[in-house]
């Protein structure tokens, strides 16, 4: 076991949080770092970047907000070649299935020197009940411009122990895992299964790819983030995803998460329970 803390960008993203608690139940020591800890550590801000990594020799890479934005590539050459120059050896980085930017991104550090992993992922299953999702679940009604096109959704705890084998055990390194859920489901039967579980109506409306960003932008969300949801929805939900890989198997030996064990556990959570929110209006 090294010596050195396991450095995880993104200590309070949705992975990385759960990178962090595995990692820390095996005994290993981690340095979590986000806008939100001291040190800081800002994307935008490359003078942030420094003292995150002095001292570690690994660490767990999730870029915000995603790795399809213009600029991502050279931010992330910029942070690989400091990583490297301070003495880094192996990056595991978290990257999106069918996106451009990310391939371009999953190459530079695939190129950098560095002992590297990548774990390309499909959309999280969390979005439902952790992302920009749950408040359309807890509503009874989620409105996407998406029709037919299925999705095999990842449960994110996957994600985090495929992330965690990559940096524990040596032999998986300099290899890519593509992981994504067992089962290709649309937004709709999504909500018909979630619907089932929790007992209320969560019913599904088809909303044009304009009205959608309409709708975000009322809400007061950056360009930058109006930008990445029309190319996440227009560009990339296409069907180039559509079907199911079996890289969870490949790093663990053993099945991907099922949508309804992820339906289970959310249930034990309470995320979806509206009791308080109908007691509220
Ligand atoms: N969501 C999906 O379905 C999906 C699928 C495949 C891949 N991915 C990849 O997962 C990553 C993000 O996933 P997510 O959208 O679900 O968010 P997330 O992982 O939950 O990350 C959100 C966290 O990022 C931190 N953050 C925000 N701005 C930052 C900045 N400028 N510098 C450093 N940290 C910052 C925030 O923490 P602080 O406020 O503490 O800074 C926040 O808690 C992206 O790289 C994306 O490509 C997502």
Redesign the pocket.
């Known amino acids: 076991m090294q010596d050195s803390p396991i450095l995880i ?9 759960r990178v962090d608690q595995r990692l820390q139940a095996l005994g290993y020591t981690t340095r979590g ?5 001291s040190p ?6 490359p003078t942030t970047w420094r003292a995150a990594l002095e001292g570690t020799e690994s660490a767990y890479v ?7 934005i213009p600029t991502a590539e050279q931010t992330i050459r910029d942070f690989f070649e400091l990583a490297k120059d301070i003495g880094l050896r192996h990056l595991v980085l ?4 069918g ?1 451009q930017g ?1 391939e371009r991104a999953e190459a530079v550090l695939a190129n950098s020197g560095l002992d590297w992993n990548v774990v ?5 299953m ?2 439902y009940s ?3 999702m749950i408040e359309g679940i807890l509503s009874g009604e989620l409105m996407l411009p998406a029709g037919d096109i299925v999705e095999p ?2 449960d ?1 705890d996957d994600i985090a122990d495929v992330a965690v084998a990559t940096l524990t055990r040596p032999e998986l390194r300099n290899r890519l895992f593509e992981v994504s859920g067992p089962r290709a489901l649309t937004f709709a039967q999504c909500a018909a299964e979630i619907s089932e579980a929790v007992g209320y109506p969560v019913k599904f409306t088809r909303i044009t790819i304009d009205e959608f960003i309409q709708a975000l932008r009322e809400q007061g969300l950056p360009e930058e983030t109006l930008w990445l949801m029309r190319e996440l929805f227009t560009v990339v939900f296409d069907g180039r995803n559509s079907n199911p890989t079996t890289g969870v198997e490949e790093a663990l030996g053993r099945p991907a998460t099922d949508f309804s064990e992820y339906l289970r556990k959310v249930m034990d959570t309470g995320a979806w329970d509206r009791s308080g929110l109908l007691q509220q209006a």
């Open positions: 960008i993104g200590k309070t993203a949705k992975t990385g949080l770092v986000s806008r939100s800890t800081a550590f800002d994307w935008e801000d999730t870029f915000y907000p995603d790795l399809a978290l990257s999106g299935r996106e990310a390309r992922a499909s959309w999280f969390q979005n952790e992302g920009f959704f990842i994110i």
